[in-house]
């Protein structure tokens, strides 16, 4: 069984454009979740897909926005670049979207802006 | 609201002692609890979680740890430390009032000296 994977796994963007990150969810997975993870921080959680509806949302604004396609797979779309911004991008999968059941984490995409 | 602290940015053990990482949570319900590792350049991986079933849970790699409802804790402790155990490690609490979603503490660093 694969497990989460995330790309591109670097990337580089300058203030005020945009990115999409991209996450393949676990096999037989049908929730998605991001986090950010500031340095030297915990992560954050952003929004939570289940089953291609968002389904939850941290203190995010709405520049910070997502999609869940049938497949499970999810992207996260972040506008109008700012340099607080650079961060670790995590994506995690869910069986269920039940907290007990756990969640399984990508290994990251690192996002710095300049 | 839902909240975690982990006392103690990090942690120095010496190869071989007992490892011990505090972690104190707030929840207005039941709460799951969650132990993640991060080593560095990497996501995060589940070492162990409290799901409401035996207070004292076994996980990977050694380590366990200990429900304590009265103390609002779930302190991680391993034994004996392994010069592998140095990395980044998160507790995490989760409930279904704050939607599933998991709320990390800052993390604690551990180093291990030979």
């Known amino acids: 069984e694969t497990g989460v994977t995330q790309s591109p796994t670097h990337l580089i963007k300058t203030r005020g454009q945009q990115v999409t990150l991209r996450c393949s969810s676990q096999s037989g997975h049908n929730t998605v979740s991001w986090y950010q993870q500031a340095l030297g921080q915990g992560p954050q959680f952003i929004f939570q897909y289940y089953r291609e509806e968002e389904n939850g949302r941290g203190n995010f604004p709405p520049r910070f926005s997502g999609l869940q396609f049938p497949n499970y797979s999810s992207e996260l779309n972040v506008n109008a670049l700012e340099l607080d911004d650079s961060a670790l991008y995590l994506c995690?999968?869910?069986?269920?979207?039940?907290?007990?059941?756990?969640?399984?984490f990508g290994s990251g995409t690192r996002l710095t802006v300049v | 609201a839902q909240s975690v602290t982990q006392l103690g940015s990090h942690v120095s053990v010496s190869e071989g002692a007992l490892v011990l990482l505090r972690c104190n949570y707030s929840?207005?319900?039941?709460?799951?609890l969650f132990w993640y590792v991060q080593y560095p350049n990497q996501g995060l991986q589940l070492l162990l979680k409290y799901t409401s079933a035996a207070t004292l849970v076994k996980g990977i790699n050694g380590f366990e740890a200990e429900f304590k409802k009265s103390e609002t804790s779930f302190h991680l402790t391993k034994p004996s430390a392994h010069m592998s155990d140095a990395a980044e490690y998160f507790c995490?609490?989760?409930?279904?009032?704050?939607?599933?979603?998991?709320?990390f503490g800052g993390g604690t660093r551990v180093l291990v000296k030979p």
């Open positions: 995690a999968s869910s069986p269920d979207g039940l907290a007990q059941s756990g969640y399984t």
């Open positions: 995490a609490v989760s409930d279904k009032a704050a939607g599933n979603k998991l709320t």
């Open positions: 929840s207005s319900v039941p709460p799951y």
